[in-house]
């Protein structure tokens, strides 16, 4: 049983929408990921967030944009939307004692499609 | 970071030990393997982790040969509700807190477990 919860589970949206996704870490952990996970592939590495920082980033347009906050919840946003952000997203949050040692515990992901 | 090979498909009977091979031939010396599962489009779940020791816990035993270049994903006895795709990863991380965690998924294995 991970502890991280994400809402809202399916959403649909249309081109040139905006979308929030939102994220409940786990009780402790205070790193969090964002992944898109396209049908048929892994998940791609959004971006990470450690104290409310971003501290990693991956090969997303800046039209993908989070937040962390305090209590270690955090949101995606995603500004312009175009047919290919339809996916699975995935968050994921981990005990940010540092280190590759770090487990990452997924929650059960947002299905967004765009029209 | 380093990437992964993985077959695409394997197929197990019930009962019997899966074994589910990687390759991961550039690894570093401070990059860790990790394995994750993914049912029907849930969130990954992890599974277990190593870094040049065989590793074992209630879920599987993770084999890494003494080179490091490969491991293998063993379950013991295969129950139907093994079936997934199983994704091994490498990820890499600066070891003071904090540090970015940028876990790369690969396509993975589909595993079959077949009554």
């Known amino acids: 049983e991970t502890g991280v919860t994400q809402s809202p589970t399916h959403l649909i949206k249309t081109r040139g929408q905006q979308v929030t996704l939102r994220c409940s870490s786990q009780?402790?952990?205070?790193?969090v990921s964002w992944y898109q996970q396209a049908l048929g592939q892994g998940p791609q590495f959004i971006f990470q967030y450690y104290r409310e920082e971003e501290n990693g980033r991956g090969n997303f347009p800046p039209r993908f944009s989070g937040l962390q906050f305090p209590n270690y919840s955090s949101e995606l946003n995603v500004n312009a939307l175009e047919l290919d952000d339809s996916a699975l997203y995935l968050c994921a949050s981990s005990p940010g004692t540092g280190g590759s040692t770090d487990t990452q515990y997924f929650g059960p992901g947002t299905r967004l499609t765009v029209l | 970071d380093a990437k992964t090979t993985q077959p695409p498909s394997m197929d197990c009977a019930e009962g019997r030990a899966a074994n589910l091979p990687c390759n991961h031939s550039?690894?570093?010396?401070?990059?860790?393997v990790y394995w994750y599962r993914q049912i029907h489009s849930q969130g990954p779940q992890y599974i277990i982790h190593?870094?040049?020791n065989n590793e074992t816990n209630e879920m599987a035993s993770l084999i890494i040969t003494e080179d490091r270049k490969s491991s293998t994903l063993i379950l013991p006895h295969a129950t139907l509700r093994d079936t997934a795709v199983y994704y091994c990863?490498?990820?890499?991380?600066?070891?003071?807190?904090?540090?970015?965690?940028?876990?790369?998924f690969g396509t993975g294995t589909k595993l079959q477990v077949i009554p």
């Open positions: 550039t690894i570093s010396g401070n990059e860790y």
């Open positions: 009780s402790g952990h205070n790193t």
């Open positions: 190593g870094l040049k």
């Open positions: 990863i490498v990820s890499y991380g600066p070891m003071n807190s904090g540090g970015y965690q940028k876990v790369t």
